[in-house]
């Protein structure tokens, strides 16, 4: 009998394997994070044909809150699986008919999807998803829970994640999310869970403890309590063959003012390997020091080989909120094409002590505006008299914006001060944000989407008695608004928005287009590129999609020559990733959530939705 169940095991495995190359198995395609389908039905010939065949509404009424679907969806073994604002829902792919669906009683299931585990000998497949500060494990096939996983099929993680958790092997590891304040609260640390039992397997302190490596960089005892630097982005990376998991943490909290944690702060705003199953680091590289602008490391790296001097560097492409890419060496953290600290403007609020210098990589260049001088301002030769009025009235009215280059700070304005602002570019959406990137290995190119858009404000005193003396100003709270725009269109020259495919063996642009229109704008001036969130995808039938933009489309490009050959309207924005899959049929589907969320300028309402393309 144990011989037969092995012989079967064994069987649904090699089933498994075979439909992994037709489905969409993990958030990024795969554990490496590559999101390059080796589907080509769709390719660059008949992309163009592609027409809209199913819907799936993600809310079944008005009174389930809005969500802002960043979800991608999974498709496993011929099944879709999907969080839809308070469900969990398993869909028939080729036509979006429900199979099962779990309804949460409590916190809602995470608005970025849900992660599936292969099973074992004695447990069948399971789906993991986070609620919260609840790790949950449904049982795949039915929807039931698992009520032997943890207590009475969930694991209480102490500290909230939003996003999917990663799987390798019976590992679950999951990051925390947090506010940007206050400075002392939960811990970021990253954590990792039995998939079987649910029992806690490890935990990495991002904010280092006495004795631990990068502890020194924390003064005094501001180390203490510290919040933020926490993993929170939609995924975590797995160099599968070596085990190695790579995290990205954000910065520590408060995210604009470090007065209170003067040093460098490890491991905030840096990369971290770890041994998936023990949770041991193996090397960091921290890409912003004495984080103060909320740049975090908001999404996980891509994995790629790469030629070079005639040997293959197992590297990854890390990509950051300055708009910077850095390409190392995935064993060891070493820049490929090198890396040099630059010196950067200095902060003048009392008492803070901001980094000297700040990494640059020497290739690729930086792939949007990291900078601003006054004659980059709109024009209405650029777009409109009424909106290059209102931009040149935001400017006058601050008093004019200090920018003095990459990572200048919010300036401090003494209570009672004329009107003082900085405009730092990027501002808190990016440069690149949770979107991260899509790899093409047959091409060695890396895709990524990007903001050009700033974020304005200053630094001001706090009322006596609170958490922290100083922070950035009341009208944007602790968070990345307002932005350097007017009714929606950014105040500097376009592009605003743009996609972008480095090739990774030489830190070269291959190309980069504008990624977006703006519809209010008259004929000859639309291609400005529009701010964008959420990702791209890649295929081998030489293209790659994306979603993103504000202008409410999802697109198709050329992955050899950013040609634009397909785009369609869409009911909301794609603030997500696309996936593709085989169905049953035989069919290529590309499929992605519009579901609004930052960048929207529709209102809410019951339409959010699960989009799905095939060829006629």
């Not at 500060?133 to 096939?141: H, P, T, V």
């Not at 700070?409 to 690149?432: D, H, K, Q, T």
């Amino acid at each position: 009998m144990t011989i037969l169940k092995g012989v079967l095991v064994s069987a649904a495995l090699l089933v498994a394997s075979t439909l992994v190359g037709q489905g969409w198995p993990t958030q990024n395609y795969d554990l490496a994070g590559t999101r390059f389908s080796p589907l080509k039905q769709i390719n660059t010939t008949n992309v163009s044909r592609l027409k809209q065949v199913w819907t799936f509404k993600l809310r079944t009424d008005d009174k389930t809150p809005f969500q802002a679907s960043e979800a991608v969806p999974i498709v496993v073994n011929g099944v879709m699986y999907l969080s839809a604002a308070n469900r969990v829902v398993a869909l028939e792919p080729e036509t979006g008919k429900e199979i099962w669906r779990y309804v949460s009683t409590g916190s809602a299931p995470s608005r970025r999807g849900v992660a599936w585990w292969p099973g074992d000998k004695d447990h069948a497949p399971r789906i993991i998803v986070t609620l919260g500060r609840r790790l949950l494990a449904l049982n795949a096939r039915t929807g039931n829970v698992e009520t032997a996983f943890g207590k009475s099929g969930e694991v209480d993680m102490v500290v909230p994640y939003n996003s999917p958790a990663t799987i390798y092997k019976n590992v679950v590891m999951v990051g925390a999310d947090m506010g940007d304040s206050p400075a002392l609260g939960a811990p970021g640390d990253a954590r990792a869970y039995d998939a079987r039992t649910g029992q806690k397997l490890w935990e990495f302190h991002s904010v280092p403890k006495p004795g631990e490596e990068g502890h020194e960089t924390w003064e005094g005892d501001s180390w203490k309590g510290r919040s933020g630097a926490n993993t929170w982005g939609h995924f975590v990376t797995v160099d599968e063959a070596r085990g190695i998991a790579y995290f990205t943490f954000g910065s520590p909290n408060n995210d604009f003012y470090g007065g209170d944690r003067k040093g460098a702060n490890l491991f905030g705003s840096s990369l971290v390997a770890l041994e998936a199953e023990t949770g041991k680091r193996r090397w960091h590289f921290q890409a912003i020091h004495h984080d103060l602008w909320n740049y975090d490391l908001p999404a996980a790296p891509g994995l790629i080989d790469i030629r070079r001097n005639g040997r293959t560097i197992p590297a990854l492409a890390l990509v950051t909120k300055v708009g910077l890419v850095f390409i190392l060496d995935r064993l060891t953290g070493a820049p490929v094409f090198g890396v040099e600290e630059r010196p950067v403007p200095q902060s003048d609020v009392p008492g803070e002590q901001s980094a000297l210098t700040q990494p640059f990589p020497l290739k690729p260049p930086p792939l949007g505006r990291i900078s601003f001088k006054p004659e980059d301002i709109v024009t209405a030769d650029d777009t409109t008299p009424e909106h290059a009025k209102g931009c040149r009235d935001l400017y006058e009215a601050s008093g004019g914006f200090f920018n003095a280059g990459p990572y200048t700070p919010f300036i401090y304005r003494e209570p009672g001060a004329p009107p003082r602002s900085s405009v730092v570019f990027p501002g808190g959406l990016g440069g690149m944000d949770w979107g991260g990137t899509a790899v093409d290995p047959s091409l060695g190119y890396v895709f990524v989407n990007t903001n050009d858009a700033g974020s304005i404000g200053w630094i001001e005193n706090r009322p006596a008695g609170s958490p922290t003396p100083y922070d950035k100003n009341s009208a944007s709270g602790t968070g990345f608004l307002p932005r350097f725009d007017y009714r929606f269109m950014p105040c500097q020259k376009p592009p605003w928005g743009r996609l972008t495919a480095v090739n990774a063996a030489t830190g070269e642009f291959a190309w980069q287009v504008a990624l977006g229109i703006s519809d209010e704008l008259p004929e000859g001036k639309r291609n400005t590129g529009r701010m964008n969130m959420g990702g791209p995808m890649a295929t081998a039938g030489g293209l790659v999609f994306i979603g993103a933009t504000g202008d409410h489309r999802f697109r198709a490009f050329d992955s050899r020559t950013g040609r634009e050959l397909w785009v369609a309207n869409l009911e909301f924005s794609a603030h997500s990733v696309p996936i593709t899959f085989q169905g049953k049929d035989g069919k290529q589907y590309v499929a992605v959530i519009a579901g609004g969320g930052y960048l929207s300028e529709r209102p809410a309402s019951t339409n959010e939705s699960l989009v799905v393309f095939a060829l006629p």
